[in-house]
């Protein structure tokens, strides 16, 4: 964009945002990513912006706001979600999910692979990678030949930087990031700087990245036995939410199982197709789902 950036804000500098303009990113963020932007979050727009700002030598929001609405605008959006969009994340979070895994869930479906079945996994609005990393963990830890079955794990987010983070694999901090000892040095190793780990060619070869919203069309005809998407909803509206428990109950067979974030539930309405069994874990009943995977297109994609 070719914007002068005489104007632009210097860092530090504060500008607000007047209530038109903000009800208008309001509504844009909504409307791509399904993320509710209530009036409390006003600072939050602000402070997130003002580096996009500078960065485009915009004067103020309002022209931001022209500019994300213009025909020129349709990149800036991705911005604009990136921006506003919380990615926070770590290794094994909400521990006792990984357990049951291991325990109870990842056994019988390793046994069925290992018996030339599928076994599916997805982990919806994965951010950088640690929850589809941790999941692949505990499918090796459990199988270590996994690579020799058709066990495969699908890692989707709408925001292409964080895929592009999550594909790169590599962290630091590992260990103040929920990575014991021991899973270090069997699924990591040192990358050219010290303090960086980047994940094994083992982890990675279950795994696929992709960019995906939840809003939009899902390009998966089968299903999965377990979907993990946890810390995603809650930043969406009740009725969303609602519509989301109900496709990925239509993408679970009987008895498949569904994790979600520590403060999310699944409301009244899905509740007659996804049963609790655990702390924000569900199960798939077997009852008939009425909702089609891809409501607004009536069509899956096959991958
Ligand atoms: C707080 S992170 C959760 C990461 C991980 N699931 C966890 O629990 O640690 C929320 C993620 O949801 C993604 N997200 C938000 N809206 C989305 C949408 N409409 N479709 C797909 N991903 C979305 C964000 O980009 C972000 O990476």
Known sequence: MNAPN???????????????TFRTI???VHDVSGIVLTEAKKGLVVSRLARRLRQLGLPDYSAYCRFVEGRDGLEERQHLISALT????????????????????????????????????WSAGCSTGEEPYSLAIRVLESCPDAARHDIRILATDLDPAV?????????????????PKP?????????????????????????????????GDWPMSRGFDIIFCRNVVIYF???TQERLWQRFAALLPPGGHLFIGHSERVGREAQGLLVPAGITQYRRTDAPSELPVNPQSQKGVST
Do not use: C, K
């Open 163 to 179: 895929i592009a983070r999550a594909r790169a694999g590599r962290y630091p901090d590992i260990h103040r990031n929920g990575v």
């Open 237 to 239: 509206d009740a009725e």
């Open 6 to 20: 005489t104007l632009a804000p210097g860092p530090g500098q504060d500008l607000a945002i007047d209530d038109e």
């Open 26 to 28: 309001a509504r844009l």
């Open 183 to 215: 899973l270090e040095q069997r699924y990591f190793h040192r990358a050219d700087a010290e303090t960086i780990f980047e994940v094994s060619a083992d982890l990675r070869r279950l795994i696929t990245f992709a960019e995906l919203n939840l809003m």
């Open 86 to 121: 919380t990615n926070v994340t770590r290794f094994f979070r909400e521990e006792h999910h990984f357990v049951a895994l291991q325990e109870e869930i990842l056994p019988p479906l390793i046994e069925r692979a290992r018996n030339g079945g599928r076994l599916r996994i």
